[in-house]
């Protein structure tokens, strides 16, 4: 019973090509994150929001852009994806500080 | 800056052995730790977690426990089994911030 969702799961998409990838909760949590997962398991904070119009970058620079119009709605876009870009990202949200929900990821291959 | 560091990357374990994941921070103001376990193919879930006010809590097979002198604190599974191999995340929470600071990932193995 996911409360966050995140969409595609999986996506190859050639060089150059621009790119969204959504997520979606149904909890109302103020609070949404972005992170970048290597092959090497970390954990990077890529992008967060504390509520709508409301956007930061987080600690790993990344070209990728996001934006909040609704409370539910948090999604990720690359204009131009580059092989570079080829990673998994994780959408999550919160309600305070305790206990981050995270969606299942969005797979990202660039050709 | 808050740094976690995790330890192990990687741990293997019989069945019904007990398994520790121990992780450190930096920030002595970091007030909440939270443990999350992610499975192949899925996003990280929270299993349990602390807050700083607490020095020790458990859940059926797992538990956590903090010690905010040494600042570290770890994760006991006990009774392992096969479903609980997974990668597992520690977190701290500066005071302060909504943002977490993750360590690095500890991938557990449970043999039968």
């Known amino acids: 019973e996911a409360d966050i969702y995140q969409t595609p799961r999986y996506l190859v998409i050639g060089t150059g090509k621009k790119i969204t990838l959504e997520c979606s909760q149904t909890?109302?949590?103020?609070?949404m994150y972005w992170y970048q997962q290597d092959p090497g398991m970390e954990l990077h904070l890529i992008h967060y929001s504390y509520g709508v119009n409301s956007t930061e970058k987080g600690d790993l620079s990344s070209e990728s852009t996001v934006s909040r119009i609704r409370t539910e709605h948090f999604p990720l876009t690359l204009e131009s994806a580059r092989p570079s870009h080829t990673s998994q990202y994780l959408c999550?949200?919160?309600?305070?500080?305790?206990?981050?929900?995270f969606g299942s990821g969005t797979r990202l291959t660039v050709v | 800056g808050e740094n976690v560091e995790q330890h192990p990357s990687t741990l293997s374990v019989q069945e019904g052995d007990s398994a520790v994941i121990k992780c450190t921070y930096s920030d002595s103001a970091s007030n909440y730790f939270p443990w999350y376990k992610q499975e192949l193919g899925k996003g990280p879930q929270l299993i349990i977690d602390?807050?700083?006010?607490?020095g020790e809590k458990k859940d059926q097979r797992i538990a956590v426990t903090l010690n905010k002198t040494a600042k570290h604190f770890s994760l006991h599974i006990t009774e392992t089994q096969p479903e609980d191999s997974a990668v597992y995340f520690c977190?701290?929470?500066?005071?302060?911030?909504?943002?977490?600071?993750f360590g690095t990932g500890t991938r557990l193995k449970v043999l039968a």
């Open positions: 977190a701290a929470s500066p005071s302060g911030t909504y943002k977490y600071i």
């Open positions: 909890m109302g949590h103020d609070k």
């Open positions: 999550a949200s919160s309600e305070g500080t305790w206990g981050y929900t």
């Open positions: 602390i807050r700083s006010n607490v």
